[in-house]
């Protein structure tokens, strides 16, 4: 008979079947929400449903979230629970999606693929480029592995100044403005907080090199969108590869989509079909960490806020 700390609680009701076996594939029973001492919430998009679980299940002492990217509950995320969300679970594939827009972008292969006659060459070799990275975690450290064999040069934005592998300069947020002047390509891939909504508008885009290409896998919000606009339109940037956009879904009628210097996709850094095998993952290594009482993976600060 599995003991109260090995009961687990899955929400929502419509809960995928493969959450369930990741849940006892770490050794757990389910149970009902309010016999359980943590919970496994699968929705990215039902923070209401979240809390009304809560309020009702006050022996839920442990919530794993769904996504890196926790924004959307961080109005719930108090001492009073652990939290953890899938920091790191998507980070090969959405660093995956990075290499494909950097190379795509640089090589003009976009623009090529958006013309219907032979023009003239253009595009720049991602070998010993220029790269800002802005944000330091697990997108950013799998991303400095995959362009260790292009020789880049990489300097990383991030809260906690260190080293990381691969990088040649690591600074803090507030020189963001001093990585953007030289640099083939920048590279956003954070969380979004209070912080850092806006933080690449008109003043940062017209310190990038006018061959420089934006590419967001972050946040649509961390990216003023009509200023995108103006610099596209302008070319005061090569062009633009947006995972994520604010509004999302970007409306049929968007300006963005008629730019041919950028290309958007829909939020797929991670598809569906990416998500089971790896959150599965986690899901069970984290109720194997709990049920023996040792520190979860992927910890959700309140004070980060993320």
């Known amino acids: 008979m599995a003991t109260l700390q090995a009961r ?90 990075v290499m494909g827009f950097l190379i795509g972008g640089l090589r003009h292969i976009v623009g090529y693929s958006r013309t219907n006659y032979w023009s003239d ?39 906690h100044v260190q080293s990381m592998a691969g990088a040649e300069l690591v600074v803090a947020p507030e020189r ?19 912080a850092n909504i806006g933080i690449i508008g008109q003043a940062e885009l017209e310190l990038m090199e006018s061959h420089a290409w934006l590419i967001n896998v972050g946040r649509g919000r961390h990216v003023v969108t009509d200023d995108l606009v103006w610099a596209l339109r302008n070319n005061s940037i090569g062009g633009a590869a947006l995972d994520v956009t604010d509004p999302e879904p970007l409306p049929d009628e968007h300006p963005l989509w008629g730019l041919s210097n950028c290309v958007i996709t829909p939020h797929i850094g991670n598809t569906a079909e990416m998500v089971p095998p790896l959150l599965s993952e986690r899901i069970t290594a984290n109720v194997v960490r709990f049920l023996v009482g040792e520190p979860l993976v992927g910890l959700i600060s309140s004070e980060r806020g993320y």
């Open 8 to 97: 687990v609680a899955v929400g929502p009701s419509d809960c995928p079947q493969w959450v369930r076996e990741a849940v006892h594939a770490g050794g757990a029973t389910i149970v009902e929400p309010g016999d359980a001492t943590a919970l496994i919430w699968s929705d990215p998009y039902d923070p209401t449903g979240l809390e009304r679980m809560l309020n009702e299940s006050p022996s839920i002492s442990w919530v794993q979230l769904p996504f890196a990217g926790s924004e959307n509950f961080m109005h719930l995320v108090n001492g009073d629970r652990i939290w953890t969300s899938g920091k790191g679970v998507y980070s090969e594939p959405v660093a995956e999606l």
């Open 121 to 159: 060459e253009h595009g720049r070799s991602l070998h010993n480029g220029r790269i800002t990275i802005v944000g330091g975690g697990g997108i950013a450290t799998v991303l400095l592995r995959l362009l260790k064999p292009f020789n880049c040069h990489v300097t990383v934005v991030r809260n």
């Open 176 to 194: 963001l403005v001093d990585t953007l002047p030289g640099a083939d390509a920048v590279v956003i891939a954070l969380a979004l907080t209070t």
